[in-house]
């Protein structure tokens, strides 16, 4: 295969395929429609970088001058920067928790006939569409009373359960599908029963390791209702959406630095998807063929 | 003795299966018998005493015109999303598959970043962008002159259910998108191919050639996206509050005002609040279920896999 010559805008547009005003226009109509859909994201970062002046005075996007310090402002006065280790400490915790837990509890689901497995199992699925708002009550009282309740590890374990129970289907569908002959084998050699699965069958999995670690990621960046419930007696533990909310409250006049805390919060989250796109649109379009 | 040997058999499954259990009996299991306990008390606060008083959270629920008013609107808000965030993704999933759109997997990294993005951020950003000050999207209208005055999008209830669905579909367009892209993807190309030859395009195409072999797909699609409509707590909540004068006071934000009962000096009413929670979950398991019988049909009688 010839490698393409001169990236033109024509070659970008069409590939090798017969230029044609349809294909044209389609592009540009859904050009046009993508630069609409990322335009909040546009406004967001310009009025970051403006002056509170300049913001009200109802220029175009790009600040006259780049005001930088907008984002010290938010991360240090605004607290952001506490904020962020916060949502780092929850996300990284409980996609260690969830993945642990997920996959050797799918693993057992999917692979073993034990007493119990059918109860434990449909169990499981029935409750994969209760809303969030039927247990915050429950889980927060929970925590209470395990002395959790405000702090950091109480929201990274709360967390972690939260969104579980899809990815222990996940484990259990695919950990089913692999055959016997590998295990059979692994247990001539005199491995044990956990070797196995650590050794042979994670490894085997890693797809879905991968899957559920984006959308476990995905989740505890973006979740809400329940870190704005358990900070609101101890505001030091706040993550980033519940700070920002937090700001909005406090400061409404400060456009410039809340756009910067916007762009603080999404900045990681935005680059980790474009980074890792596949697996993220796999994972997902994975949740629906399933 | 032979269960007492099976349960030994499997002692190493069950001791794996430990952590999980855990995990699942604290956060999944425990709080949906919780709740439904929590539901037939009294109780003021986490650290009140709780009274007993049997199924009456329910019969004040049923005359509760703020309940009803929240429930209905959550209803509207699934019935205002889910048709258009479905249409317009599989128009866009149609357009987008066709292999001779060089740039379909660009213009798709635009339309998912929303996706992506944590919802109190959108919701935050966007409550700017609509504001009545200095707003772009007023700004735009009133230069354009569409409107003399700035409107308060978000401030005035007749436009703030629009307004938050519009968001809403702006948000979430991007994942239906990526579920028809993959159920699209199981429609064979000679299929295109005939239809092409038969000049059979646009509405006509999907409408008689691509849906009828999605259609087990489009089910799971509703279902997933129907669900996802219900769980709007942190977008109306960083948007409006429920405000302005609970015009756009969904479900959850209901029972969490109930039970956190936050700035308007009310004492929480977490049992009240339980038996809210209890009351939208049995209609969201209801509606799962109803289209889970449908998706099951439509898949081809019981021999079609369980959803999910």
Redesign the interface.
Known sequence: MKAPAILSPKR????D?KPTLQ?AL??FG??C??LI?????L??IS?SLKSTGE??A?TGLIPDVFEWHNYRRAWVEANMGRYFFNTLFVTVGSVI?VT???A??????GR?R??GRNV?FF???A????????????????L?FLGLSSNLVGLT??T???A???F??LFAGYFSQLPNELEESARVEGV???QI?WYVMLPLARPIVVTVVIMQV?HA??D??LP??IT?ANPAIRT???G??AF?GEQFID?SG??AA?TI??LP??I???LL?RY??NG??G???? | MLRQSALYRYRNQYLMLLPGLILGGMFVFYPIFAALYFALHDWSGFNAQRVFIGLENFTRLVGDPFFWSAFSRSLIFLVGTVPAQMILALVLAVILNNQLLKLSTFFRTFIFLPVVTPVAVIGIVWTFILSPFNGPINGLLLDIGLISRPIDFLGSSDTVMPSVIGVYVWKWLGITLIYWLAALQTVPSDIYEAARLDNCKGARLIWYIILPIVWPFAIMILLISAVAALNVFPLIMSMTNGGPFFASEVMEIFIYRKAFATGDGSIPELGYAAAAGVFFGVVVLTLTVVQAVIARRARGGPAGRAPI
């Open positions: 970008i547009v069409f590939g395929h294909i389609v592009s859904l050009t429609l993508c859909w990322i335009y909040p994201f406004w967001m009025t913001i009200f109802g928790i642990f837990c997920t050797t509890l799918g693993y057992v689901l073993y034990f007493p434990l169990g499981f699925v409750t994969v569409f209760i809303p969030q708002g039927f247990t915050i009550i429950p889980v927060f009282e929970l209470s374990i709360a972690s359960g939260h579980m129970v899809i222990v289907l044990n029963f956990f699965f995905l960046w973006n809400f209702l704005l419930v609101l980033l959406s519940v920002l909310y909005k456009w809340m756009a916007a919060s999404i989250i935005v980790l998807f474009i796109q993220f649109v997902l379009a949740a629906v063929k399933g």
